[in-house]
């Protein structure tokens, strides 16, 4: 697991890189974290000629509020936002980060990072589409802003053109009742359903059921229901939600995971992170992949697992 | 419980001291096989078999010899090396010997077999090279299940072994047994599939080679369990004496049975070396460590258990088979599984009637070898299933029912021939279930919450001497263990054996054993393993043989210096050589005038400085030799594990609440080492159960290349354990321990199982196969709770 040959340019600034994307064409690859990449290099699944390297560009790595606004540059890692205090509006994104890979990984990979890769049950391409960030991109012509309901097309695939770099993501609107869950065998692998529910908005966004960060209108129509008619939300409203969404998803039988399984999951936790998200911001830390929330200690006198 | 015959007053052994090995491993100052440079080193990669089974109609490597950085390319026909050939001293309807060359040479048997080696002066350029070679197949159809290689008319893995039965034997068959079940009032059945695993090392397998022409040796340094029979097999397939090849083992990260096997990979670049008379490094990469390397534990069990009313069990009648992949390892053969499995399945159980049969299947598909616990993980589930089944069908409870069948009166002789020396059966047991209850779990268990409690009650036998082994038939029988000890100028000794630490820490529990015989503090101990120049012959470590035959070997020898010491001693002390004794402080003294005493550094310079003053027929030189080789049938170490599970019914989720091993490994040198293997075993234990599985598409293209697929646990997913320890001595071994490689990772399986089954007592669902789907969890609680 050694890649194959390939050039390493490292870029300055944001017009130097985007200076080597134009001039470098489709044989280049911007490298960040490398987390995605560089598996997939050692495996020679991807096999750029030329790599640039972003990392050391100044200013990328800020986390900025903006008035209702939360703007984090490209470079800010997982961890980085893990560990920021980003105040009761953003929570959820701090909240959300201990679901990405293991802390190795999230001490490397970046937010840019992972939306670029645009992996469909990555966390940031769904708290993108859940929060409707604007991801500002920079190319040879200047920088524009792509929302996150357009940006990602396909499995792996975005709206970024191969001269362009992400920059930085706006969160435009503040979320304090939203929250992310998912469910793996193992801690830190890839979900098998993830889901994102924001309770105000209304939104509920899936991974794992397409090849994109999935929308369910039809799950948040139940809740919008409830936000006009001002209600708190309860147990109801979170169950005919999380109903309506495994309902409303086009899911096949794969191998190791019926379409029946990963319906079921998709209710379980649509249910669970409406009730996670009407917690906040009295909020308990959630449970963990395979896992049960709760205490289940007899007693606290019994060791068990962490 | 018999009495011990040793004393039990020594300093050092069941004494957890700090670990020789851990300053150096600690501060990252090991030796590991990828930190060996040599001059002009050159790095080797392997060219593998894209497809599962086919011809090769041609290997063209020209394009290979061209890419940059590459310095050459060897195909089988280059390097033409004799095959890897294990045999089993059985006739030809038991066992059909094949051959595993160490290069594919007209046909691929499955995805990932070496064909060509690639040298190059990089792990990088050596990976370029790979991608230009061209190999043509003539695919043939390949087998992918066990239950394909068996079929009627399936295509044939290997010619000479006729519906791709390489094993095929049944070992035992009580007369009547038929009738015993036809009479019996309660019959259970259990059926089960246990998934492909990886032993996984934390460290790859890897290899550092080089001709010396001063010595006239190649010498081999690599990471294996058995250095001896490497050197064999190496100076078999590239036509050297044994003289000739030096195989030496720096530290290890892990093996669990995987490095108990001879590698093609490591043949393949000691040739290379050979020939290029140049150093060639292999490290073997993640991904061929999960496709390519030894794999094991698939297998198929179909047991049924009779029964009485009271829960006795009557009868067991069993037909295992297990898929042994492509190739048949040296030295255990395609045999390891099955034989286990047949010959110990009855277990903790006093079974008086017993058929099995157990067979040995090639499919296309990586091969297995040993890995920590052989078979007994699966069968141990399959009993302790059967133990749960009968128990619900009879009303009993399942501790009771274990408790009135399990084996109590030692020794005893089971209907497989086998004799059990004393064990704490019952006892951990009882122990395991009393800690459960008085911790509150059965409270729980009756909450509303899905909680289920499972137990496994085994026994695992450690120490296999060189009759155990030859019950089996193998040609290479391993049994006894040889240690050599010499007392240097300065009184300080260097001891060797023959067994072969992987990480177990034998530098410490091997050293407390010398320690503890002599009377020295272990800092005066040096452990010499891992060098087939420097030790006369060993078997390596496997089969938890190390501290019960190697240490007793080591303990031996020391007693054996010591009573040349003695002897010298009392020459020079002009004493009754029956009067001297060792004063536990690095001396000999006078027993009824202990005043009297020549320290070891005295009686070292006169066995070398000053000969003369040797008594007659003494020589100079302070050395002993001694081996040791278990009489019996080995000795067993047993254990309970109790667990406690949570089930998810929106995910099927499976979470631990508890776990709890109360073990007897006789006397413990090293608690702590003993802790850490019960730990590391579960471990290893629950994610077969659990997590992993090694995965095939129809094609018999793997589906598990990296550990994104292949679902090795993390400390997230294991859950503390609980030890408790008993201690029934073993009265054979010298230093009354049982071996405990090996017993996390057989209880496990069975208890975890039994603890989901239990939590899903009121669906009607059990699950028998391993790993547990988490969907068919859900699927199960779907109905009942949803």
Request: glycine letters at 10%.
């Amino acid at each position: 697991v050694k890649p194959a040959p390939f050039s390493y340019h490292r870029a300055r600034t944001v017009a130097g890189a985007v200076g080597l994307l134009t001039e470098l064409g489709e044989d280049a690859k911007v490298i960040a974290g490398g987390q995605s990449l560089v598996a997939m290099m050692n495996f020679r699944l991807a096999r750029p000629e030329h790599l640039i390297d972003i990392a050391r560009i100044p200013g990328l790595d800020t986390i900025s509020r903006d008035g209702d606004a939360l703007r984090i540059g490209a470079l800010v890692t997982h961890h980085a936002v893990e560990t920021a205090d980003l105040g009761p509006d953003f929570r959820v994104l701090s909240d959300a980060m201990r679901w990405v890979g293991h802390l190795p990984i999230r001490t490397r990979g970046t937010v840019g990072g992972s939306l670029a890769h645009a992996d469909a049950t990555a966390e940031w391409c769904l708290l993108a589409v859940l929060l409707d960030a604007q991801i500002l991109v920079e190319g040879p012509a200047g920088r524009r802003r792509i929302p996150a309901g357009e940006f990602f097309q396909g499995v792996f695939t975005t709206a970024l053109e191969p001269d362009e770099l992400i920059v930085e993501v706006v969160f435009p609107r503040p979320a304090p009742r939203a929250a992310l869950t998912e469910f793996a065998e193992r801690q830190g692998d890839f979900a098998i359903v993830a889901a994102a529910v924001d309770l105000d908005a209304p939104r509920v966004i899936l991974g794992g059921v397409a090849p994109v960060p999935l929308r369910v209108p039809e799950a948040e129509a139940v809740l919008a229901e409830v936000v006009s008619e001002k209600r708190r939300p309860g147990d109801v409203s979170h169950a005919r939600a999380a109903a309506a969404a495994a309902e409303a998803i086009d899911v096949r039988d794969e191998p190791g995971v019926s379409a029946h399984y990963r319906r079921a999951l998709t209710r379980t936790l649509v249910a669970r992170a409406c009730e996670e998200a009407a917690r906040t911001p009295d909020h308990q830390f959630g449970a963990l992949p395979g896992q049960i929330r709760g205490d289940s200690r007899p007693s606290d006198d019994h060791a068990r697992q962490g | 419980m018999t009495k011990p015959r040793f004393r039990r007053d020594g300093a050092w052994i069941g004494a957890s001291v700090p670990r020789r090995e851990d300053p150096r491993l600690l501060a990252g100052r090991g030796r590991f096989v990828d930190d060996i440079v040599l001059p002009g080193m050159l790095h080797a990669q392997f060219v593998r078999s894209t497809v599962a089974h086919g011809r090769i109609v041609a290997v063209d490597l020209d394009d290979v010899r061209e890419v940059p950085g590459v310095v050459a390319a060897f195909s089988a026909a280059d390097l033409a090396l004799s095959d890897i050939t294990a045999l089993l001293d059985r006739p030809p309807h038991e066992f059909v010997p094949t051959s595993m060359p160490v290069l594919a040479r007209d046909k691929v048997r499955f995805v990932g077999e070496p064909v060509a080696i690639v040298i190059a002066r990089d792990p990088y350029a050596a990976e370029d090279g790979l991608e230009a070679a061209v190999v043509e197949y003539d695919e043939l159809d390949p087998v992918v299940t066990d239950t394909a290689a068996l079929a009627d008319g399936a295509p044939l893995v290997h010619a000479e072994a006729p519906r791709n039965t390489l094993v095929d034997v049944s070992l035992f068959a009580t007369e009547g047994i038929d009738d015993v079940f036809a009479e019996a009032p309660c019959v259970v059945r259990v059926q089960t599939k246990t998934g492909r695993q990886n032993a996984l090392p934390l460290e790859t397998r890897g290899v550092v080679a080089d001709w010396d022409d001063r010595d006239e040796q190649l010498r081999v340094q690599t990471n294996t369990q058995i250095p001896h029979q490497v050197r064999t097999v190496l100076a078999s397939c590239v036509g050297l004496a044994e003289k000739q090849v030096r195989v030496t083992v720096p530290d290890m990260g892990g093996g669990f049975g995987q490095k108990c096997v001879v590698g093609r990979e490591e043949v393949a670049t000691a040739a290379a070396a050979l020939r290029l008379r140049r150093p060639v490094k292999w490290i073997e990469d993640r991904r061929d460590a999960l496709t390519a390397a030894f794999l094991a534990r698939e297998q198929r069990y179909d047991v049924r258990a009779a029964f009485d009313m009271e829960g006795h069990i009557l009868g067991l009648d069993a037909d295992v088979v297990c898929d042994m992949g492509a190739y048949s390892c040296y030295p255990f053969t395609a045999g390891i599984e099955p034989l286990m499995a047949s010959a110990e399945m009855p277990s903790v159980y006093r079974v008086p009637a017993y058929r099995v049969r157990g067979r040995a299947v090639t499919t296309n598909k990586a091969p297995t070898g040993p890995y920590r616990g052989v078979s007994r993980p699966q069968y141990v589930m399959v009993m302790e299933r059967l133990m749960e089944r009968a128990a619900r069908e009879l009303g009993i409870d399942p501790v009771e029912i274990r408790r009135r069948n399990v084996i109590t009166v030692f020794p005893y002789t089971g209907v497989n021939r086998i004799t059990y020396d004393p064990g704490s059966y019952r006892e951990s047991l009882d122990l395991c279930e009393q800690v459960l209850r008085d911790e509150g779990w059965y409270d729980v268990r009756e909450s509303d919450r899905i909680i289920g409690i499972g137990y496994a009650c085994f026994s695992e036998r450690t120490g296999y001497g060189s009759g155990a082994f030859a019950q089996r038939k193998m040609q290479v029988v391993p049994g006894f263990d040889i240690s050599e000890i010499r007392m240097d100028v300065s009184g300080t000794v260097s001891v060797t054996t023959g067994t072969m630490s992987h990480g177990q820490g034998h530098e410490t529990t091997m050293a407390q054993i010398v320690a503890d015989r002599l009377g020295l503090d272990i800092a005066q101990v040096k452990i010499v393993q891992g060098d087939t120049d420097r030790i006369t012959y060993g078997f390596g470590s496997f089969a938890s043989r190390s501290i019960t035959i190697g240490g007793s070997a080591v303990a031996a020898a020391s007693e054996k210096l010591g009573d040349q010491l003695r002897e010298i001693a009392a020459h020079l002390l002009d004493a009754d050589v029956d009067s001297t004794e060792l004063d536990g402080a690095g001396g000999v003294r006078l027993r009824d005038d202990p005043a009297r005493r020549l320290s070891f550094a005295e009686l070292a310079d006169v066995a070398y400085l000053r000969a003369h003053l040797l008594p007659k027929g003494i020589g100079p030189g302070l050395s002993a030799t001694a081996s040791f080789d278990v009489a019996g049938d080995g000795t067993f170490s047993n254990a309970t594990h109790g667990v406690v599970v949570e089930l998810d019914p929106g995910t099927g989720g499976i979470q631990f609440l508890r776990y709890v091993c109360v073990e007897d490994c006789g006397v413990a040198i090293h608690p702590q080492i003993v802790e850490g293997q019960c730990r590391g075993g579960i471990a290893q234990g629950i994610a077969g159960a659990l997590f992993e599985q090694v995965t095939y598409d129809a094609a018999g293209q793997p589906l598990a290349p990296s550990l994104m697929e292949y679902k090795v646990p993390t400390a997230a997913e294991i859950p503390d354990v609980a030890i408790h320890h008993l201690e029934t001595p073993c009265a054979f071994t010298a230093n009354g321990a049982k071996g405990a490689g090996e017993g996390g990772t057989i209880g496990a399986p069975a208890a975890v199982l039994n603890a989901v089954n239990d939590a899903l007592r009121d669906t009607g669902v059990e699950l028998d196969d391993t790993p547990i789907a988490r969907e068919a969890v859900h699927r199960a609680l779907e109905g009942t709770f949803a």
